[in-house]
């Protein structure tokens, strides 16, 4: 039998191919949970961003409402607002998200004492996030009367 030290037998090379392909797996499969991962914290924090974003735009519009009466809309997911003073719509949603829920139209005027929004927020394009939303349940009350009235000591 000839031996040759300089040179690398089948069987050894084999098993280094063996253990070789087991880690790569095992890498990729860490790999890829954590851009799965990475990509729902993404999704939940676009959701929960633009939700703060629109109801802060509505509450403004709300306590303003005297001076600028205003409709509410959601239109082909989008929520737009449109004052009575100006001629045209303004979407305050991510094109990218689509809203449901009520009111789905709403005029705000100065009789308005109550605005309650129950919105529900999906992605568009779930991409294995289709199990994603993101809720928003308030109520806007107009914090005080314009009677006039009052006392002071």
Not at 1 to 9: D, E, F, Q, Y
Not at 44 to 67: G, I, M, P, W, Y
Not at 86 to 95: F, M
Not at 99 to 107: A, N, R, T
């Amino acid at each position: 039998m000839i031996h040759n030290s300089r040179g690398v037998t089948l069987v050894e090379m084999l098993a280094v191919l063996t253990i070789a392909s087991v880690c790569f797996a095992l890498i990729f499969t860490i790999w890829l949970s954590g851009e799965k991962s990475a990509g729902r914290t993404l999704t939940e924090n676009d959701l929960q961003a633009d939700a703060h974003l629109v109801q802060s735009r509505l509450t403004q519009a709300f306590f303003n409402k005297n001076n600028k009466p205003f409709s509410v809309s959601i239109i082909d997911g989008k929520v737009e607002v449109k004052y009575d003073s100006a001629d045209q719509a303004e979407i305050i949603s991510d094109e990218n998200l689509s809203y449901s829920g009520s009111p789905s139209s709403i005029e705000v005027n100065q009789s308005t004492n109550q605005l309650e929004i129950n919105y529900t927020i999906l992605p568009r394009d779930p991409s294995g996030n289709g199990a994603l939303s993101f809720q928003i349940n308030t109520a806007l009350n107009y914090p005080w009367n314009d009677n006039g009235g009052g006392q002071s000591h």
